[in-house]
């Protein structure tokens, strides 16, 4: 914490937290719904909203500007839909053609004469004025933080942003249940009396909320990535939404802290300027989505991999049992390495295993199944011949064609249906 | 908008590049880039792939952030916008290819991850955005520019540079519409009849990046994708056919390209590109209620002939049901409340029978039934039995048609149905007599 | 997973398969197909007799599908090869016709159904060339033939399910092919459709052609079709339909999923996505 500095960077930081907290409880229900280019189009379309509010009230008043930007949300949501219905035309391309109409539309009024005069630019727009919210006159030491002084210094944009937050969150907790309904089936959902259209109109009002109170801040593009990326990641991490919506809310937080001390004081340490702040946050919410993509312990890459290793393993371990057996109930009890070698088709490194674990015995250049390996080995056998009987007895597979699904079946954690006797091949099953 | 000082003369002046050879390069230019894109929009279109080309746009920031990096340290001193351009369509690309990473290895959707990569890639561009700005900020005033778009700038070797890609759009089409529309169309019937999907898959991508890096400097990379889907989807109100779709398309993006850009031209602080989407904006909604075959308005008059036709045959019928060739006030109002019928549709409703198929005259007693109005009900009542009675007498192989509900199935039945089904009626003895007819007028 | 190689127990697994001639427009052997790496398809084996109708027949989920598009290589098999007559789908491309499902296009798609069909002769183009004149006569000869030629130049999304239908078999037609691969055909159509449907397919058959369809409806198969494959993710059966259609076979293939087979899929492919 060498270069934080509670003046410049308190408030950013904590608008950017809650910005992402309140983006990310709302983005799992997009993610889900398939909805996350929505999300997308909405936080295009808010910006002549938020213009044409500025132009009517001729001020910054946050009230007057959420809902400028609440109207423009739903007026998307609703263009959408009727071109959709009305059109004929497949919803990608329908909020293409309305989010970016609209965003022109913005980018036309912030231009005009009566906008130019005050600090609402289409830079900011974008990527957001978190270092605005610099505090001048802070205390220096953290103590000095609890008293009446720093309440009055919060500034409105984090005052908003925690309202909205607290809203966004306040919905997903009261409304949880019937959130997942319909997310999940909406018509069930409507059955049950829990109307999913409303809940949908609901939810984009609050997206459009969240959007507008994080726009000043953190600018429309962080907004996006917020709303889908942490909502993403902690789908990677778990099949059960309540957890999901948790996880994404740590992530959100993590988010903001990390991406903030990237852009403002990584940077410094270098001897470098900061960099632009929301988007070094969006940077992170990727990098994060990335970790989860990697290293999910359920599902990520990573995991995937070392079991798609570790069962290959298995496989040839369990192979190896099974020649030798086979081996063993031709007569023949010592095998020489090379043909075992030759048989095992590169998986070589599995032998010297298998011996230092006592299930092999090698004697001079031959090998043989220990008194452990020839009961694994059993096992093996039993099993395979078992699938093969069952394969041709139950499923109808001519014999002759059993013996490769066996070869996959006898590794799989699943027991066959017991059976004393033969196999289809004439052999006993042990 | 108001315009002080904007006189026709000025306006027809620019309308024929005729107003200085700044304003006629920015104007030819963004006109050959609307044409281009029109055209390669179609194909992202009919592929599903419109916010595709979205992510692409946003993800080509990072790529001119670093390429600007990259040809600052190897001693460039000014921004050269070839290296740029090759940095955007190196991110671009990357950035598709990530999405399909996405898609590929995980559980998250195309949607998803759509928003994903457009958003972080574009975080990434502003961040380097930012780092230039602090680090080198002589010569990074331009690089803004990419996002919004600067059309202004335009020289006449961009010029160039859009005509060569009209053409190579114009070109690509001619020779591969066939290609093109069979991909779109049905990809696994391609697969199988020996065509590389892939490869032609690869070339629409290709085009669609070459088209979006080319019109990241005019329109910016957040409105890039509306003059790539704006004139297409509007283009689909007019035609049913691909060729014709291309050819509007095509002219919708360089008529919507060439008012913007006038319009920026004439009127003081208003960008181009925004202008452009507006533009294209107006055309959509244009296109979108008036088109002949497929618009909103052309539609909703066809809907309402046939429910009025409809509701017509309903109050003939009724005729039939109450054996009289007059209907009172009365029946009609009954008629009228249970089909639930509002004021403006029952005086559509009379209008319509009275002068467009003349089979009513009102008089004070009621509805009076002309002998062609006593017919049509005759007609169908009978037809309202023929179904039914197939309905009943063939459950077994008339549920492909159950869907049909006997009210509506009655109108639409043409003379030939008719026979059909009397014979197959005939055929499980069923003989439907036709009806008797009624003198017409006041007789009842 | 790597096959290990024991030659005392995978004895007569070459020897004992019929001898595939160059005749069998088709022969499968030993295709395994998954999805998503869960065996859809255990171990197929299956020779086509040439000039014949085929019905692949199964209850739902059965992979009738999977076996059709598997063997045209739409999706990629997990084991065994395919063979048309003899050869490698690559070199007989040209003699092999495709209906896919009618559900598995947008049928707003702006084109007519001239232009559907004419997609059958784009092989015969060629990369680059317009449609002429001749092979959009031919295109209408075989919308004719399906009793379509008056509503050729409709846009598609105006034809009824029928009418799609046919104008997806008449682009069959126009392929000019030898062999064909129908999926579902039959699916959601009108009496009139499926009565055209079925005398295209039996002159196709006496013009010497094999026609493989995925059908749903057995009780009109012993009228359509000479053969029957059925199907339930392994072949139960195939052959001449009166022999292959015995209670013992319809029980097998009807009377429910084997539920263990299911639950073998479903463990191997966690197993091979690397999932617990």
Partial sequence: MIAFDIGLDLFPLLAATLASMGCAVLGNFLVLRKLSLMGDAISHSVLPGLVIAFLVTSSRNPIGMMIGAGIAGVLTVLLVELIKKLGRVESGAAMGVVFSVLFALGVLLIESEAVRHIDLDADCVLHGQLETLAWYGAPDTIPDLFSSSTLRAIPRQVLTLLIMAALALGFIGVFFKELRISAFDPELSTTQGYNASFLHIALMVLVAGVTVASFEAVGSILVIAMLICPAASARMLTDKLSTQVILSIIISILTAVLGYIGASVLPGLFGRDAVNAAGSISVMSGVLLTIAIIGSPSRGLIIKTLRNRALETQIAREDLLAFLYRAHEQGEQYVPVNRVLRAMQGHTRVLPKLIKSDLLESRDDTVSLSELGRTKARDVIRRHRLWEHYLVDEAGLSPDHVHEPAETLEHIRLDPPDFSGEDPHGKTIP | ?444 | MPPFVHPSESTGTLSSRPEHSSESPLSIHAMTVAYQRKPVLWDVDYDAPPNKLIAIVGPNGAGKSTLIKASLGLIPRASGQVEFWGGSYKQSRARVGYVPQRESVDWDFPVSALDVVAMGRYRRIGWCRPVSRKHKDIALACLDHVGMRDLAHRQISQLSGGQQQRVFLARALAQEADLYFMDEPFAGVDAATERSIIKVLRELKENGKTVIVVHHDLQTVPTYFDEAILLNMRIVASGPVPEVFTEDNLQKTYGGRLTLLSEASEAVARASRGER
């Fill in chain 2, 1 to 444: 908008m108001q315009s002080p000082g904007l006189s026709i003369s000025e306006i027809v002046e620019t309308l024929t590049f005729q107003s200085g050879f700044n304003t006629n390069v920015v104007i030819l230019g963004t006109t050959l880039l609307g044409f281009a894109s029109g055209i390669i929009g179609v194909f992202a279109l009919l592929r599903k792939r419109a916010l595709m080309t979205d992510a692409l746009s946003h993800a080509t920031l990072p790529g001119i952030a670093i390429a600007f990096l990259a040809a600052q340290s190897l001693g460039f001193q000014r921004r050269s916008i070839p290296i740029l351009l090759i940095g955007a369509t190196i991110s671009g690309v990357i950035g598709i290819v990530c999405i399909q990473f996405i898609l590929r290895h995980t559980r998250l959707r195309e949607d998803t991850a759509i928003g994903i990569i457009l958003s972080v890639f574009f975080g990434a561009g502003i961040v380097g955005l930012s780092y230039v700005q602090s680090n080198a900020p002589n010569n990074s005033a331009g690089l803004n520019a990419f996002i919004y778009g600067q059309a202004a700038t335009m020289s006449s070797s961009d010029v160039i540079l859009m005509g060569s890609i009209a053409v190579i759009a114009v070109l690509a089409t001619l020779l591969l519409l066939k290609e093109f529309t069979l991909v779109c169309f049905n990809d696994s019937f391609a697969k199988v009849d020996g065509w590389p999907v892939s490869i032609v898959d690869l070339l629409m991508m290709a085009l669609v990046v070459i088209v979006t890096v080319a019109g990241l400097q005019a329109v910016g990379l957040i409105l890039v994708v509306a003059m790539l889907i704006i004139p297409p989807v509007s283009a689909r109100f007019w035609t049913d056919r691909v060729w014709k779709l291309v050819l509007i398309a095509g002219l919708i993006g360089a008529l919507s390209a060439y008012t913007g850009s006038v319009i920026s031209a004439l009127l003081p602080r208003k960008p181009a590109g925004a202008v452009i989407v507006l533009t294209s904006g107006v055309f959509f909604a244009l296109s979108m209620f008036l088109a002949p075959s497929r618009g909103v308005i052309a539609a909703s008059i066809r809907l309402l002939r046939i429910r009025l036709r409809i509701a017509g045959d309903h109050v003939l019928e009724l005729s039939h049901d109450l054996n009289v060739s007059t209907i009172p006030n009365q029946a009609f109002d009954e008629l009228s409340r249970i089909r639930g019928w509002s004021l403006p549709l029952r005086w559509l409703l009379l209008r319509a029978l009275k002068h467009d198929d003349s089979v009513v005259r009102l008089s004070n007693d009621g509805l009076v039934l002309s002998a062609k109005g006593v017919a049509r009900g005759h007609r169908v009542a009978r037809n309202h039995m023929l179904w039914e009675q197939y309905l009943v007498s063939y459950a077994d192989i008339a549920p492909s048609h159950v869907d049909w509900s006997v009210d509506q199935v009655e109108h639409v039945l043409s003379a030939r149905l008719v026979a059909r089904l009397e014979q197959e009626l005939a055929k499980q003895g069923i003989d439907i007599p036709p009806a008797t007819p009624m003198k017409p007028g006041g007789a009842g």
